[in-house]
């Protein structure tokens, strides 16, 4: 894992726009919730566009519980991005 310092982070955070702050606070909010609540629960996947591979961090489960998130993460995108397009490209 590519831990970043607390300096690189501070950093980082001073460039985000107030948007991208609140949003990041958000994140960060539901992440603690997944520590400190055990009825929540998170799956983190990271992976960069130039590469073909992901890691996948979890938060309050372990493999099946997270398996099932990411699944049913799968099949909810699947469905967002095909549920507009002609019949034919439902099929590709």
Same mark, same amino acid.
């Given at each position: ?16 726009? @107030? !948007? ?8 960060? $909010?539901? &992440?603690?919730? /997944?520590? +400190?609540?055990? %009825?929540? @629960? !998170? ?8 590469? $073909?591979? &992901?890691?996948? /961090?979890? +938060?309050?489960? %372990? ?30």
């Amino acid at each position: 894992m590519d831990q970043m310092t607390r300096e690189e982070i501070d950093n980082a955070i001073n460039e985000l726009d @107030e !948007a991208e702050r609140e949003y990041l606070k958000l994140l960060i $909010s539901r &992440i603690v919730r /997944c520590f +400190v609540d055990d %009825d929540h @629960e !998170a799956v983190l996947l990271f992976g960069r566009e130039s590469a $073909s591979q &992901i890691s996948m /961090c979890t +938060v309050n489960c %372990d493999e099946i519980p997270a398996a099932n998130m990411v699944n049913y993460a799968h099949n909810l995108t699947s469905f967002m991005v095909t549920r507009d397009a002609p019949a034919k490209e439902k099929f590709n």
